[in-house]
């Protein structure tokens, strides 16, 4: 196949999950550029379709079936059509998910992004069917994908480590995910640096369990020195991190809340249950007086701090005692927002061969009131930044349509606002005017007004 006609392929990418899935299609977008494929904005376009699939989830993983079920008339009229699933269903199902896909052409592991165009060329010029799976040991793993395009980015994700060896009794993602590696602190800060000179403004540093960075033997540094050489950056106006474990934050961690100015004051760290007895069946090496202690550490060092948390309703064997200490924590900790979900078995892990004697009925009542107590708490939270003055960075126009900017606060809440199109990428003066439920509305501030 010449270059000619290479550059008239097209592929269509649907990314489901987690930030780790949003960076890995990234990573797929440009591998698949290099091959001669573009990116199109709908399935009938594409030469090439492929899902890039989450299974933390069972609900997240019956999705992807949905959608290739979809795409089965598009393959049926067009058989030189592609469809390939890659992430974590990919490596979770391997070659069951061929036999139960019989047109699917391509299924790749969390560990096989880098393989993908060899996987594309290889169907496009012999027609056969591909699963490669392999999970790989060390950090040369995360060495594999070309420097990421950063133009017109505003924030930007950074990849610092991948896997995660907790095995919490009801998660897949040790399975499909792999072992914990971190990555070389060399090559994250010439990430950055590169991003920071293409115009990123902030950076999320990324990985399963961030704070366990470099305490596997494949990094060079603790998370927190990490950070501090991040927060370096000439140019690098806002750090984040996320996802945390309670049982990996350190001092040190916590005392970079206190001395980092760009680092911004929001931690996400999972709490899962407020039981202790169903954080013991979890796995989950931590109870909740540690937890309450690390939180009331963080707001000693920070008082501004704002935290979110995943929380698990209907663990097998968790009673309305166990789910009402988690009511009693969200009261305790006032989280500004959660991720909610009701249990959801999946394969491989512990958690399927616990006794689960409580009914779906009863746990779904647990659930609403969970989700009652918590948009409670959440909307008193945010309801205090009403009338106040924020520095928002500006990221793009509003999605909703109304010529709008958007940006976000200093705790990741987007900020929708009345502003020329010149402020994106810059930090804004605004005053908060409405509170919504997953948004503020605020009102662009001029700072040669002398209004404060």
């Known amino acids: 196949m010449n270059m000619a006609s290479d550059l008239l392929k097209s592929f269509y990418l649907e990314t489901f999950g987690c930030q780790m899935n949003m960076v890995d299609s990234e990573w797929i977008a440009m591998l698949l550029g290099t091959i001669g494929y573009r990116q199109v904005a709908t399935p009938e376009q594409a030469d090439l379709i492929l899902l890039n699939t989450c299974s933390v989830r069972d ?84 060495d594999q994908f070309p420097q990421r395009d950063a133009s017109a980015a505003v924030s930007r994700f950074v990849t610092v480590m991948q896997g995660c060896d907790n095995f919490c009794t009801y998660c897949v993602v040790p399975y499909v995910r ?150 009693d924590m969200l009261e305790q900790v006032r989280f500004a927002d959660a991720y909610t979900f009701l249990y959801s078995p999946r394969p491989q892990t512990k958690a399927l061969d616990l006794a689960d004697p409580v009914g779906a009925e009863e746990k779904q009542r647990w659930f609403d009131r969970l989700l009652v107590t918590q948009k409670r708490i959440s909307g008193e939270i945010w309801q205090q930044d009403v009338g106040t003055l924020q520095e928002v960075l500006v990221e793009g126009p509003s999605r909703t349509g109304n010529g709008q900017i958007y940006g976000r606060n200093v705790w990741g809440r987007i900020v929708n606002l009345e502003g020329p199109q010149t402020l994106i990428g810059e930090m804004a003066s605004v005053r908060i005017r409405r509170c919504l439920n997953n948004s503020h509305l605020g009102e662009l501030v001029d700072n040669d007004s002398g209004e404060n």
Do not use: W
Request: with cysteine; aromatic share 6%; charged share 30%.
């Open 59 to 142: 609900r997240a993983e019956r999705k992807v079936y949905g959608h290739l079920g979809r795409c089965k008339p598009l393959k049926d009229q067009r058989p030189d059509l592609i469809l390939a699933v890659g992430g974590c269903v990919a490596q979770q199902e391997g070659l069951r998910l061929l036999e139960k896909v019989p047109y699917l052409d391509i299924v790749f592991g969390t560990h096989n992004v880098h393989r993908l165009p060899e996987l594309v060329r290889d169907v496009e010029t012999r027609r056969r069917r591909r699963c490669e799976t392999t999970h790989y040991v060390g950090p040369q793993r995360l």
């Open 178 to 327: 792999g072992r914990e590696v971190s990555r070389r602190s060399g090559d994250i800060l010439a990430e950055v640096e590169s991003l920071v000179a293409s115009g990123v403004r902030e950076v999320t540093l990324l990985g399963q369990n961030v704070n366990s960075y470099g305490q596997k033997g494949s990094g060079d540094l603790s998370f927190a020195e990490l950070l501090r050489q991040v927060h370096a950056i000439d140019g690098l106006q806002r750090l984040r991190f996320t996802s945390s474990h309670p049982k990996d934050l350190s001092n040190e961690l916590i005392d970079c809340f206190a001395s980092l100015d760009k680092l911004c004051p929001h931690m996400h760290l999972a709490l899962q249950s407020g039981s202790d007895r169903i954080l013991r069946a979890m796995n989950r090496g931590y109870g909740r007086e540690q937890y309450r202690e690390r939180i009331a550490a963080l707001r000693q060092a920070c008082p501004q701090i704002r935290l979110t948390t995943d929380l698990i309703v209907g663990f097998p064997g968790e009673t309305l005692d166990d789910f009402e200490q988690t009511l």
